[in-house]
């Protein structure tokens, strides 16, 4: 007769960024750089209009490539330890200084 021994406990997100190869982070850190320079460019080029994705003069739907470029930069940012303190949660809110 056998015993089933319990289920090892799956690492977490943390653990597992932590583990990764050095070539990997590098890789990361330059994704995330190319990502926010590309979406900074887009989002400076919004009054121009020489490269759109959705037309502007489409009801809602025009504005939704910006929307994705702002939060495609907002992530590349924090992805490289960047953080927009108006942009952090209630809780941590009271971490802040006046």
Do not use: Q
Not at 14 to 39: F, Y
Request: net charge negative; with cysteine.
């Amino acid at each position: 007769m056998t015993t089933a021994s319990p289920p090892e406990a799956e690492p977490s997100v943390a653990e597992l960024r932590s583990n990764r190869a050095p070539e990997s982070k590098w890789l990361t850190r330059a994704l995330a750089l190319a990502g926010a320079l590309v979406s900074a460019i887009y989002l400076a080029n919004m009054g121009a209009g020489f490269v759109e994705l959705i037309p502007d003069n489409i009801p809602v739907a025009g504005n939704i490539d910006e929307v994705l470029f702002t939060l495609l930069l907002i992530y590349c940012l924090r992805r490289l330890g960047i953080e927009l303190p108006h942009l952090r949660s209630r809780e941590n809110r009271s971490n802040l200084p006046p």
